[in-house]
């Protein structure tokens, strides 16, 4: 195993979270490799400082019996979350029903003549929204749009590609290939089709 | 008996004030703690936990189910510290580097410890936003990629990218408090 596939894999391998196979293989690594070894030294000692801080100052006990205290007050207070035994019962709530009764039927009349005056307009809508995109093949065709076919092909099918010209920012973070190939070969094609849509509906408003 | 979440759910659309208290006295502790994480300063945290409560009460007619409750209160708390964040102004991510130089937090005396906690909370506030919610959910929390993702509402792959890449800059933040090169065995 390499050194750079062992660091992407450091922190899973620090956690405990990898299958047993590869953390032996990493394990392995480790103890031969000093590089490695201190990166992997350097990842835990991380770990364990943020792990150091898991206490906060607690407040009183008072402190927890005034907050319930007062997120009741404020939920009585509030509007109610509409109890379902009292949704169809008392006068006022018929009458509000049937103010939206007669509402839909007006607005309905209103729709139906609209639509009759502007039946010869023919309205088609050729850009698919990325909310659109949920199945492969429509993902497929709003990758294109950004990127050439064949690399949109290699972004589903590889893990290199996924990021070229991305910029940086884009996920708040650096994505250099050397540390991204890790993290995506660990992806199902179904969890890399999600993170490419986020990327796409990011992209989207400097197109 | 203990009802599960649902069930006090259910109770709470049934007209039942009592049931939702138990929802927030078994929430209470870890919302508070999420969100003093996220906004570092006891009075905000407690102001957004109550509106944490108070959204999840005024929501509950449309929270589908389709995750656990304890998710979708997450969710809620996150937004409301990112919102609050952003108006309070967002802090830019800044590398600090050199701050301490001690090795073993375990032999540190308590006003250092003390001192080491406000370091190691100051570098997390200053990570990218999402690098900050997956490091506090994972680390202080003991969610998986999977919850965070569904809190977040992203993609398991950008939960992890996030994650990565927020040890990696807190471990250069931190490069001056570990020495690795002491244990290493070969």
Known sequence: ?207 | MKHSDFELIDRTLGGNGDAFEELVNRYKKSVYHLTYRMVHDYEDAADLSQETFLKVYQGLLKFKRKSSFHTWLYRIAVNLCINYLRKKGNRQFVELDNIHTVQQPEVLNKLEMEELQDVVSHAVSQLPEKQRVSVILRIYHGLSHKEISDILGCSVGTVKANYFHAIRNLRKTFKSTINPQESFES
């Open chain 1, 1 to 207: 195993m390499k050194c750079k596939h062992v660091q992407q894999k450091m922190i899973d391998y620090a956690e405990h979270v990898l299958n047993g196979a590869a953390q032996q293989q990493i394990e392995q690594h480790v103890h031969t490799c000093r590089e490695c070894s201190q990166e992997l030294k350097a990842i835990q000692g991380t770990l364990e400082l943020l792990s150091s801080n898991a206490k906060i100052h607690e407040p009183p006990e008072q402190f927890w019996n005034d907050f319930t205290t007062d997120v009741m007050r404020k939920v009585r207070n509030a509007e109610p979350a509409a109890p379902v035994g009292s949704l169809f019962s008392g006068w006022h709530m018929r009458m509000a029903m049937a103010c939206v009764l007669v509402f839909m039927l007006l607005a309905g009349i209103y729709a139906y003549r609209v639509l009759r005056r502007s039946s010869s307009v023919m309205v088609t809508q050729t850009n698919e929204t990325p909310e659109d995109a949920t199945d492969p093949s429509a993902l497929d065709a709003a990758l294109q749009t950004i990127v050439p076919t064949e690399l949109s092909q290699d972004m589903l099918d590889t893990e290199f590609a996924l990021f070229d010209d991305m910029e940086s920012s884009a996920l708040e973070m650096d994505s250099n290939d050397t540390t991204l190939d890790g993290l995506l070969s660990g992806m199902s094609d179904e969890e890399k089709r999600a993170l490419l849509l986020e990327l796409y509906k990011m992209r989207k408003p400097s197109q």
